[in-house]
């Protein structure tokens, strides 16, 4: 079935009834609910409760939901779903010994995958970034953050922002675009470093900003990519044309990042691997975001950023795959949340939070991420007997149904 099947059966009042358990949170709690029953008018949830509390409705559609685990529609908040290209070439390298800084001085990464979406029609992309947004989805995703990154030009930049634009016209899941013209200084530019952060800050960012094509900037800062101080000017820019910012902070060494991320009013800091203990009490103070990958850590086998430190220090935690060729070329955003219990000690309740209500602040979204009267219809159902077997039997995708906006958008064979 696909997404046009659905489009033509509009309805207006959709109830879903005698769900095994729904999960929804509360300011610092995690409220479960058995044999609930969740009713949605339109796009939007107009009554949450217990199944035989149900107030009649005329004209309605139920959906029996015996036995299925109810969960916000997930959210991946930071990942680099469109590019062009595969990198396995690369993954053979690591096994063999050499380091992600290595690969990418010797022109692997990022500036690999560059040059496979320099070379790529928009078409070309849109249908990759088609294939990648329906797996994402049926692994109950509503929402993607996408950032762009592998044009590194003005022209491809934009081309990749369009890209993201259009992707919820062809399948029903809503993205969030990041502009990360910011990733790596493309090869063009490698001896003149500040020409190419002056054409990010006076060409790109007013550009994508008065094309209103993207609610967020985020820059890689780290050793050899891009200097707090190349950061801070960008930020600067972007701040200037009423872009919200995001940062790839602290991966692979401590550069200050996650200080910076305060200092400048960010809304997420990401990765941290490398935070310090200054970045910690930096981000407790001021209320930015930890976007936490493991998914890296696991794939590259570096350190995990720590999660129970950041938790401990009353830091809001989001969890999302980073998906992306390089360093975390999956979209199975449960197997994260595993990945999170085992080696960084999370509750299977922190990375529900982590991948739901968390995920939504780390976007700048008050009406996803939760199921309250008022919010969206975003729904992720799991054929699970408790919400705790999602990250317990890892690796494997329990989802089989998804609403977005209040339509069913997605149902696995096995429903
Ligand atoms: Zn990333």
Redesign the pocket.
Known sequence: MNYHTFEQIRFAMMTFIHIAQLIRFDQDRMEISVDAAVRCDGERIVWVGRTHELPPADSDQTVDCRDLVCLPGLIDS?T?SVFAGSREHEFELKLQGAGYAEIAARGGGILNTMTSTRHSSKEHLLQIAIRHARAALAFGITTLEI?SGYGLSVDDEIKMLEVIRDLPAHVPIETIATFLGAHAVPPEYKDRREAYVALVCEEMIPRVAAEKLASFCDVFCETNVFTPDETRQIFAAAKKHQLKLKL?ADQLTNTGGAELCAEMGAVSA?HLENISDRGIEALARSGVVAGL?PGCSFYLNMQYPPARRLITAGIPIALAT?F?PGSCPTQNLPLIMTIACTQMKMTPAEVLRAVTVNAAKSVSRGDIGNIAPGMQADLAFFDVPSYTTIPYRFGQNHCTMVVKRGKIAHRSPIA
Do not use: S
Request: glycine share 0%.
């Open positions: 930071h680099h950032k790839h990401d990958l980073d992306n």
